[in-house]
């Protein structure tokens, strides 16, 4: 293992790097290879798309969005992950990965179009190495690993980061595609982001096992780290991808969070879960632990947290504005367009029969 | 030209295609050092390596889904389901994600990608190997199916299903496999997607098939031939999409059709023709458009009596089409 490592190893059961006080485990510093900049970026991007996600939100409860499923609490798990990666190397996402989107420079405008229903694709996933969203669940998990199968064949060195929450982890296509992954060594980090709750079920009644055991039943290691320590994250994630492109195959990250929001909005989590427990999770909050050690190591003062917060409030405006302005899509163009590359003269007839039945009968 | 069986054109194919281009490889159980049960890979391990000829562990949703994520990489895989029998645990990575992945992206992205699957009965298989599925996956928008009954269509169609740039279900119906032997051309021999074939020019009444009913067709054809019936027989190809135009035109020239397939009767493919000729060809009617199917049980146990009970044959076309021919 990469030294990077070490510093998540050093505690267990839950590996940390920073303490729910923001004081270190570690050191980091020396392990991780980030300049003082790299440090301050993370924590930029993680209050970023936080007042993005709650923009978002804001948006669904204005009538704006037709949906939205926030990720707050889950910021380190998402920046953590996507900065330790090359920006050549891939990630299939679930459906609440908005904040590794925005990291991998998506605009995110453009990606609330999905869930302003104009369209179902906002962005080519080559250009971005960035899969489409993945609404069932863990059938991204399978094509991160075909994805691999394919770098290893054409030996680029891009290795795969897939993510899913704890539900998908009862999923069969989560099973297969970890067994097929062991068996060929593919390049691929399985991050779990298990946020304790899949809608209503809580993680007792997901499964009786500990995430991260798993990966030995497939030849390959786990580890369990403190999800809500974006310097934990960015370090397992560092050593499991650079153990990815020297050949020895894939890793399983259960980064334990916790989903401080509703599953999306149209649920209601008063129905199953208390106050308590939320307040326990604020108080690991990602964002403010790390805060407080910026400042204590001299990276970060007032003067820093207050441009970066209004950075975040000028993003979070921007995205709103060009939302707003999106054009409402043609529905031929919308809806034919991209069902298959090359239509066949049948299709193209249902086309032009869909777009005259449209027009006004006068 | 060669003369080939339907096996040896599919093999011979892949073959062309993975010498060709480099992305192309082979995924599916069995495939590597067996070549296939059906030995449809036979040589190709040895020749292309255990990374291009890849023996998948026994999950047939993670062979259609390592398919997808490698087509995304810009590779052309090629998945083998063993049994069409066997593609239903991969029936979400077809139906959500293959046949829907293009629509959830923009700018230049497609999904190349081929999912192979030996179908029908006729070979004893009994119900977990005798099933056909061309009409539940013909039903998904974003899915090309395909399903080629003599060798020079397999392997034209096979090679252009590899180029193609979106998902494409390919059906090789197993009892052809061997039976079936035909002239293959010399050179690339591509057959287009999307276009069905006249096998047999005739004037009274039209049979429309695929698979190994085309060959019963044939066979039924040349039988009414004797009786004085001209028969055309048209074959379809591909499935979906339908060549809408040759079906209404074999359906003006005739007035008289009869769809013929292996499937189950409700929702199936003769369904959906017979819709096609009643939109476009009404007025070019003299009879009523008949349809000769399996019934719609799930397949047949492998007694020989039963199995021939449950498919249509030479004979039972034989016996609709005279009634069509003296309606």
């Not at chain 1, 993680?46 to 889950?74: H, K, Y």
């Not at chain 2, 997808?68 to 389901?81: D, F, K, S, T």
């Not at chain 2, 819709?275 to 009523?288: T, Y």
């Not at chain 2, 399996?294 to 039972?316: I, Q, R, S, T």
Request: aromatic share 8%; net charge negative.
């Amino acid at each position: 293992m990469a030294d990077s490592a070490q510093v998540v190893r050093e505690q267990d059961p839950v590996r940390s790097v920073l303490r729910a006080d923001g004081s270190l485990a570690g050191d980091p510093r020396r392990a991780l290879g980030l300049t003082p900049e790299g440090f301050v970026d993370l924590y930029r991007k993680m209050v970023s798309i936080r007042r993005a996600d709650q923009e978002a939100l804001n948006l669904q409860r204005q009538g704006e969005l037709g949906l939205w499923g926030q990720f707050l609490g889950q910021e380190a798990a998402h920046v953590g992950a996507t900065m330790a990666l090359e920006p050549t190397d891939w990630i299939f996402p679930s459906y609440r990965e908005f904040g590794m989107a925005m990291c991998r420079g998506i605009d995110p405008a453009t990606m609330l179009t999905v869930f302003r229903g104009l369209t179902h694709g906002a962005w080519d996933p080559r250009k971005f190495h960035f899969a489409p969203l993945a609404i069932p669940v863990a059938t991204q998990v399978p094509h991160a690993v075909g994805f691999a199968m394919g770098s290893r064949l054409e030996g680029s060195g891009e290795v795969v980061l897939v993510t899913f929450g704890d539900g998908a982890t009862s999923a069969g296509d989560w099973h297969e595609a970890m067994n097929f992954a062991g068996v060929f060594k593919a390049p691929v980090i399985f991050l779990c982001q298990n946020n304790y709750w899949a809608i209503s079920v809580p993680l007792p009644r997901q499964t009786a096992g500990r995430i991260a055991d798993r990966a030995a039943g497939y030849g390959f290691p786990g580890i369990r780290i403190d999800g809500n320590d974006v310097l934990a994250v960015f370090a397992a994630t560092r050593a499991a991808a650079e153990r990815a492109r020297r050949g020895d195959g894939p890793y399983l990250i259960e980064a334990q969070t916790y989903r401080m929001g509703a599953h999306t909005s149209s649920d209601d989590p008063t129905r199953y879960r208390t106050a308590a427990e939320l307040e326990a999770w604020s108080s690991k909050d990602p964002i403010a632990r790390y805060e407080r050690w910026l400042r204590a190591e001299g990276l970060l003062d007032q003067a820093g947290v207050d441009g970066i917060g209004k950075e975040a409030e000028s993003t979070a405006e921007k995205m709103r504005t060009r939302l707003r302005e999106a054009p409402a899509p043609d529905p031929g163009k919308a809806m034919f367009d991209r069902v298959y590359s090359r239509p066949s003269p049948g299709f193209q007839q249902e086309r032009e029969e869909f777009e005259s039945s449209l027009e006004s009968p006068g | 030209m060669a003369r080939q069986t339907v096996i040896e054109a599919i093999r011979q194919a892949m073959d062309e295609e993975m010498e060709r281009d480099p992305s192309v490889f082979v995924i599916g159980e069995d495939v590597g050092r067996r070549g296939g049960v059906f030995l449809a890979t036979d040589g190709l391990h040895k020749k292309y390596g255990e990374m291009r000829v890849i023996d998948s562990p026994l999950a047939e949703s993670c062979i259609v889904g390592v398919a997808i994520g490698a087509a995304v990489n810009g590779m052309r895989p090629i998945a083998e389901i063993q049994f069409a029998d066997f593609i239903a645990p991969a029936m979400n990575q077809i139906i959500e994600e293959a046949a829907r992945f293009c629509y959830r992206t923009a700018g230049d992205f497609n999904l190349p990608m081929v999912i192979r699957a030996p179908w029908g009965g006729g070979v004893h298989g009994a119900l977990y190997h005798s099933q056909s599925i061309e009409a539940t996956f013909s039903h998904i928008p974003g899915l090309k199916v395909v399903a080629p009954g003599t060798p020079a269509d397999a392997r034209g169609l096979l090679k252009s299903a590899v180029r193609d740039p979106d998902p494409v279900l390919y059906l090789e119906h197993k009892r052809t496999y061997r039976l079936i032997r035909g002239e293959v051309p010399d050179g690339d021999g591509l057959v287009p997607i999307g276009k069905a074939d006249v096998k047999r020019e005739g004037k009274d009444l039209s049979l429309i098939a695929y698979g190994l009913m085309l060959q019963y067709c044939l066979e039924a054809a040349e039988k009414l031939a004797q009786d004085g019936v001209s028969a055309e027989v048209l074959d379809l190809r591909t499935i979906k999409p339908m060549d809408e135009a040759a079906v209404i035109a074999t359906a003006k020239k005739t007035g008289k059709v009869l769809v013929v397939h292996e499937d189950n009767r409700f929702a199936g493919i003769a369904g959906e023709v017979i819709a096609v000729i009643m939109e476009h060809a009404f007025d070019s009617l003299d009879a009523p458009v008949m349809r000769l199917t399996a019934p719609d049980v799930p397949a047949m146990p492998f007694n020989h009596v039963l199995e021939e009970a449950f498919m249509p044959n030479v004979d039972k076309i034989l016996a609709k089409a005279r009634e069509l021919a003296a309606y």
